[in-house]
């Protein structure tokens, strides 16, 4: 169709104003304001409207909006984590991942070290020696594969195998981020007369990604999707501020965005889409030609990863994964759906794998360079979240950079806001983790959640002394480990940590509340050798006692009590009689609220004495005189539900105790 015949054919349809549309809307919502109604509270500072119109995006600035389409492709490179500890083991998990379609690899070899100890540790995959290394990449041909290097302070070392190698590695990042280390522990790696020296000696091997700017971090500890682009932002900026003139563009090819793909749909494309622009105008900024591309790495969020029913982790990265690859990242981890209890299983990795290949094969999001153009809804978020992560972004350089802003606190006190707000959502309801908060499976019982999945040894160390020129550190450090070094003899020649000066930020998961509620209730239920159970006694109205009983299921089931639900009761007198013989810990009424008044009495008469009474509803005004027929509680929406849950738990556990 050519675009004559496309203009002729609109023509035949009225255009409809804005006024009409905002008329009809009104008519529909019977006189409500529909930007007030229809409000959609995204707790990430961003205010998406209800509809948009083409003439919306007039007005919008996005500037270097050529730099977004440009460099959005619709290819990317599908990334697995290789979670072996032994460096052959994890060679063989190699060839499987490549075997299984993977074309990307993310490998952690990083290492803690702690005051007073004689020797570090080794996190991940056990990379101590040039041998190591060699054993990991041993007969593969990586030249159409990426390797991500979750090296942390070890990129030193880890860099300078990668040069000693016979085996080539042609495309290859590194999770090297000191600023992050610090906000991480509250101290930075190394001196900080020495830290601009490391960086430029790193950013100087500019064939790789040297330099990252670790997002994701801020992101599990629970920062917005305006402060994960404006913090990575400002972490980008300290590596150029930290280069000569004359190597600038050398430094800006060095930087890596690490960031997350979280569970917001929309506001997620558009954020992957806006960091784009923000970085053409950070390079612009510093003087540098902004057509510059910004290589994106993106992995599923663990922050909203669940213990219970964990299969439904594989859907939440799914949609992660979706809006990560249509925001146009360039390389994308999924998260194995059981990573938060085991260290990775064949099963679950290949599941993970095969989201991508489905996300690419199968749904075609992989045809399209960005898809999401043109979109008036994401071309308005994506302008919204550039604006105000450049916003926050020039917060923290007026404070004087990122570490000012660290000691200053004022990083931590914006995240901690958006922390707390999560949070809240996710303990009144107003953000859902299905299994956990609502819909649980209260006869599922939980698994122990594992503190790290990643493997830990100590550093070894040779009888041999290292010789270390600061000046010409990755160089160095490639000879000595060509001469049989081992990391443990060298690694204080790049990570020194210094005094706790900072105030240390820490992930989360949203889970973790409720599951610890769980846990509770569980170790009762092996210790008691009885699980608590629940008696709903739905009573009158059938619309309302029915609904009310769905609520008290769904609510007392997230800690884990055994729930009786019968259909239900014409009077409370019945249903004293058909559960008279039971014998739970918890009776839960349930009808209409103009019923309670009536069901009150006889059923704390009835009920009082064989266990905990609450009321499914929100009493209001009568609360007082609820309490003195003997109701113990009361749940309702927007409550907190791990604070009246643990209350429950309380009286339960406190009542047992005392009859033993």
Not at 421 to 447: F, H, I, M, Q, W
Not at 454 to 465: A, G, V
Not at 525 to 533: L, R
Request: one cysteine or more; proline letters at 4%.
């Amino acid at each position: 169709m050519n675009k004559q015949k496309e203009t002729n054919l609109f023509s035949e349809f009225e255009p409809v104003s804005r006024q009409q549309w905002e008329e009809q809307i009104k008519k529909d919502l019977k006189g409500a304001d529909y930007k007030q109604k229809l409000k959609w509270d995204t707790l990430e500072g961003l205010t998406p409207q209800p509809f948009y119109r083409s003439d919306d995006l007039e007005d919008l600035e996005l500037y270097h909006l050529d730099s977004v389409r440009t460099n959005i492709k619709s290819a990317w490179k599908r990334c697995e984590l290789i979670s072996e500890s032994d460096p052959v083991k994890a060679n063989a998990e190699l060839k499987e991942s490549i075997k299984g379609g993977a074309d990307a690899f993310q490998i952690k070899c990083d290492i803690s070290y702690s005051d007073g100890a004689l020797s570090g540790n080794m996190i991940g995959t056990q990379i101590q020696s040039q041998k190591n290394f060699n054993d990991l990449v041993s007969d593969i041909d990586f030249s159409d594969y990426k390797v991500l290097f979750n090296s942390g302070m070890n990129t030193p070392a880890i860099f300078a195998m990668v040069q000693n190698s016979d085996t080539e590695i042609q495309d290859a990042s590194f999770f090297f981020d000191p600023f992050t280390y610090t906000a991480k522990h509250g101290r930075e790696p190394v001196p900080s007369g020495e830290l601009n020296s490391l960086i430029r000696q790193l950013a100087s091997k500019n064939d790789f990604n040297t330099l990252c700017a670790d997002g994701l971090f801020y992101h599990t500890s629970g920062a917005s999707i305006v402060q994960e682009l404006g913090i990575s932002l400002a972490i980008a900026s300290e590596y150029l501020a930290s280069s000569n003139k004359d190597y600038l563009n050398q430094t800006a090819r060095s930087i890596l965005f690490r960031l997350s793909a979280g569970p917001l749909y929309f506001p997620e494309i558009a954020k992957f889409r806006a960091a784009r622009i923000l970085w053409a105008n950070l390079l612009d900024a510093y003087g540098i030609d902004d057509s510059l591309p910004l290589n994106i790495h993106t992995e599923t969020t663990p922050q909203n990863q669940t213990l219970a029913d964990p299969h439904n982790n594989t859907l939440r990265a799914t949609t992660e994964a979706m809006s990560a690859v249509i925001g146009g990242v360039d390389s994308l981890m999924i998260q194995p759906y059981d990573s938060q209890f085991k260290s990775s299983s064949s099963f679950s990795s290949r599941i993970a794998r095969n989201i991508q290949h489905i996300i690419a094969e199968e749904a075609h999001f992989g045809k399209v360079d960005d898809p999401a153009a043109g979109s008036y809804y994401i071309e308005q978020l994506t302008e919204e979240i550039s604006q105000k992560s450049w916003e926050f972004f020039q917060l923290i350089e007026k404070q004087g950079g990122f570490l000012d802003a660290l000691k200053n606190r004022i990083i931590q006190t914006e995240i901690e806001t958006f922390r707390n707000k999560k949070l809240e959502a996710y303990a009144t309801g107003k953000r859902t983790l299905v299994g956990t908060n609502n819909y649980p499976n209260s006869d599922e019982k939980l698994p122990d959640p594992v503190i790290t999945t990643d493997y830990t040894d100590s550093l070894k160390t040779t009888d041999h002394s290292a010789s270390i020129d600061s000046t010409k550190l990755i160089d160095s450090l490639s000879e000595n480990l060509k001469n049989g070094q081992l990391i443990g003899d060298l690694f204080k020649s790049y990570l020194e940590p210094q005094k706790v000066l900072y105030t240390s930020l820490e992930p989360f998961r949203a889970a973790e509340i409720f599951e610890s509620i769980r846990h509770r209730t569980q170790e009762y239920a092996e210790s008691a050798k009885t699980e608590p159970s629940v008696q709903l006694v739905p009573v009158g109205n059938m619309k309302w006692r029915k609904l009310r009983a769905t609520f008290a299921s769904n609510m007392l089931g997230c800690a884990g009590f055994a729930i009786d639900s019968p259909i239900g009761f014409d009077s409370v007198e019945i249903a004293s009689e058909k559960l008279d013989s039971d014998s739970s810990d918890i009776y839960v009424l349930c009808g209409a609220d103009d019923e309670y008044p009536e069901f009150i009495k006889p059923f704390c008469d009835a009920f009082r004495k064989k266990g905990i009474l609450v009321l499914a509803g929100n009493p209001k005004d009568k609360e007082a005189e609820f309490r003195k027929f003997g109701i113990d509680h009361f749940i309702y929406s927007g409550m907190n539900i791990p604070e009246i849950l643990s209350e429950i738990q309380d009286q339960i556990f406190n009542t047992e105790k005392a009859s033993s």
